[in-house]
């Protein structure tokens, strides 16, 4: 164990001292150059958050002393669990540009759309839409026509890496990262009273949830509204908590109707006395619910996208 010498147990503090050093340098670096940048990009958050898990995942494994280590088990798991909710809800808030970054990606990625749309139409009207230089419509230079292509295909990339673009794909792949190794530690331990199968109906509420958290932030950040970010953390509190609320006021609990407790938004404690048909239920109902929200997303951007783009592409066509 690290503990063991104090030269290891040293060595390690230190590295953790740097470790969280050098990740703070790097938000007041970005918040330094630009006031209105968001606290981490897309790519820093993946490495922050798989040098988080490799941390926390260390502390919760743990050997078996006098046959009580099943019991540890159980209660790291759970802190396991909470430190994952903390990250991924902080995320949210370092991630999670703001409704001028939005516009300003909307408007681009408008602009790059027709005007690539309008290049392939002249292409395909000449016979084919190749990439050759004799085939690219003679008022458009060769180097313009591979930028224009190259937007096209960028779109993923976008929104995996974009500074401006929404973070519900980044927010996809840092809950990836989080529960992965997770879920792979818990699947391979042999512990009695361990039913995986509920365990991982649980990483799939746990992930639906986050994922329709993330994407209703967002969509509150697109409004016009002033101190979104206030509405963002009241909106995500008054969800987590008040259906919850609400059932233990009315005195429903897990053991006598699961039914309930599945669609709410702690879902975990209807697990133990549902049945698989409600659970897929539920999880289905979450995925309508998740999509539905990104739906709405993508028809606020493109509406403020349109807005903007129609008088920029009829001042470059002039």
């Known amino acids: 164990p690290i503990g063991a010498r104090d030269i290891s147990l040293v060595g390690f503090t230190l590295f953790n001292y740097g470790l969280w050093i050098y990740w703070i340098g790097q938000s007041l670096q970005r918040c330094f150059r630009n006031p209105h940048a968001t606290v981490f990009s897309k ?9 988080l898990e490799v941390i926390i995942l260390g502390f919760s ?5 006098n046959g009580y280590w099943w019991n540890d088990f159980f209660s790291n798991l759970a802190m396991l669990s909470i430190l994952n909710v903390v990250i991924l809800f902080g995320l949210m808030a370092l991630l999670s540009p703001q409704r001028q970054a939005l516009q300003d990606w ?34 458009i230079s060769f180097t313009r026509y591979n930028k224009l292509q190259t937007r096209q295909r960028t ?17 996809a792949i840092n809950l990836a990262i989080a529960t992965t190794p997770t879920l792979l530690w818990i699947l391979l331990q042999s512990v009695e009273n361990l039913d995986k199968t509920k365990i991982l109906f649980g990483a799939a509420f746990f992930a639906s949830w986050m994922m ?8 509150i950040l ?6 979104r970010v206030i509405w963002a953390a009241g909106t995500v509190a008054a969800t987590t908590c008040l ?45 309508i ?22 008088a920029l592409l009829s001042m470059d066509n002039r």
């Open 43 to 51: 790519g820093q958050s993946y490495s922050l958050v798989a040098c």
């Open 155 to 171: 779109l993923v990339q976008d929104l995996v890496w974009g500074e401006k673009s929404p973070a519900v794909v980044a927010m």
């Open 222 to 227: 697109m409004m016009r509204t002033p101190k």
């Open 61 to 65: 494994v743990q050997a078996e002393i």
């Open 243 to 287: 259906p919850v609320t609400v059932l233990g006021v009315l005195g429903i609990f897990p053991d006598e109707n699961p039914t309930l407790w599945l669609f709410s938004t702690f879902p975990w404690v209807g697990l133990e006395y549902g049945t698989t048909t409600t659970v897929w239920m539920a999880l289905l109902g979450q995925g």
């Open 289 to 310: 619910v998740l999509v539905l929200l990104n739906l709405q997303l993508r028809r606020q951007l493109k509406q403020v996208g349109e807005s903007a783009s129609k």
């Open 212 to 219: 329709i958290y993330a994407s209703l932030v967002q969509l």
């Open 106 to 139: 909307a408007r681009y990625s408008q602009v790059s759309e027709k005007r690539s749309g309008k290049i392939s139409q002249q292409t395909r009207r000449r016979g084919d839409a190749g990439t050759r230089r004799n085939e690219i419509p003679p008022h």
